[in-house]
């Protein structure tokens, strides 16, 4: 098969892992920098040029978009849908991940279990906000964030309201969340594929912090998941319409809840904890999906993927 990575460099470890795994299994891929692809798209015949030529006769298209270039990147995937090409991931589902809140709502509608989280547009409405998620301590994030920047701890009732009006302020968008404190700074990244949950590790933040990230110096090693786990983590991507995604779950008395559904998840963080060779997995499903396409003859669009939820 011929792959294309969509993604900015090649020298990203994801990146570069991708286009190994597709060549240990004898396909071939070819990187290509999302941004610098333009398109033509008024034709009968759409296309995606890169480096002044048609992709053409690509087979399937995995991509990595950035959150920061969300609006180009997934017009770039939905032009690759219009050609009819196999996405890993669809362009709507990459735009519903991306939307914190987006997301908590349509997996609250599918009862997937999660946070107890409020949100408010006006600062007049603090007190009822706080009040819903049970008061401090809370937990404060910014829409807009990743890697845990911009996801705060307040405990006590006055700094929570400080920090939601500082906010505010700024017109910055947040969600207020009941601080799950018995997961003890930990949550647990599964990797979804297809409809399996193929490994999943625990993060662990380090003492003082509750920011499990691993970019916050939390540490990582392979978990085994409940029955109750694996399956919230595949009706959230499900949910969300999307084939390879990362899944952060922490464990509250309640069960497992969703903390937030990643589309574009790393892979370096996750085949160093679990040893699993987690590109080679989503390879691998990408040649079972683009057999059954072939014998299926489905035109293009319809069947991208089978999973979606049409919610817009
Ligand atoms: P980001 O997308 O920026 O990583 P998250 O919502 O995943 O933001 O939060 C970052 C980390 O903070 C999580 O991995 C988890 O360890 C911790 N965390 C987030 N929300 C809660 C919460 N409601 N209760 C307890 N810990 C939380």
Redesign the pocket.
Known sequence: MKFVVLSRKSSLYSTRRLVEACQERGHTAQVVDYLRCYMDITSHSPKVLYQGKPLDSVDAVIPRIGASQTFYGTAVVRQFEMMGVLTANDSQGISRSRDKLRCMQLLSRQGVGL?VTSFAHSTKDIDGVIDTVGGAPL?I?LLE???????ILAETRKAAEAVIEAFRGMNANILV?????E?G???IRCFVVGERVVTAMR?Q?PPGE????LHRGGSAEKVKLTPEERSTATRAAKTMGLSVAGV?I?RSNHGPVV??VNSSPGLEGIEEATGVNVAGKIIEFLEKRFAKRKTKKTPPMEENDDMPLNDD
Do not use: C, M
């Open positions: 946070p937990v994030k964030g990743t890697q845990g920047i911009g996801v969340q009941e601080y799950v404190k997961a700074g930990a949550d993060r933040a509750f920011r499990s990230n952060d922490i903390l937030e």
